[in-house]
Nanobody, 124 residues
């Protein structure tokens, strides 16, 4: 069974940076699309960013556009989320997600594989 494992979550001050990693048991190219979501308690998961392995196209939510960047490493086994200019509103449990078939990676219900999540806490 293909797995996604996130790492890199930490506590930082506002204005700081973090890089989250999502390691796959296979290859990123096994998926049609990959995405980052985040969730705070008692709220639904919020889509953050999408990465298309075949084209390396990316999309971002308005709340993180210009501050976050998602990319992969050269061996195509790890997806990254570089988070800069962090604000307290970015505090959440961040999930790596993937979909194997053609379709959207922006909707929670469209995701076929989830990681376990990594906690990001931004203090002001």
């Amino acid at each position: 069974q293909v797995q996604l494992v996130e790492s890199g979550g930490d506590s930082v001050q506002a204005g700081g940076s973090l890089r989250l990693s999502c390691s796959t048991s296979g290859s990123i190219t096994d998926y049609y699309c990959m995405a980052w979501f985040r969730q705070i308690p008692e709220r639904e998961r919020e889509w953050v960013a999408t990465f298309i392995p075949d084209s390396e196209n990316t999309w971002y939510s308005d709340s993180v556009k210009g501050r976050f960047t998602t990319s992969r490493d050269k061996d195509k086994a790890t997806l990254y989320l570089q988070m800069d200019s962090l604000i307290s509103g970015d505090s959440a449990l961040y999930y790596c997600a993937a979909r194997s078939e053609v379709g959207s990676c922006r909707k929670e219900r469209s995701i076929s594989t989830w990681g376990q999540g990594t906690q990001v806490t931004v203090s002001s």
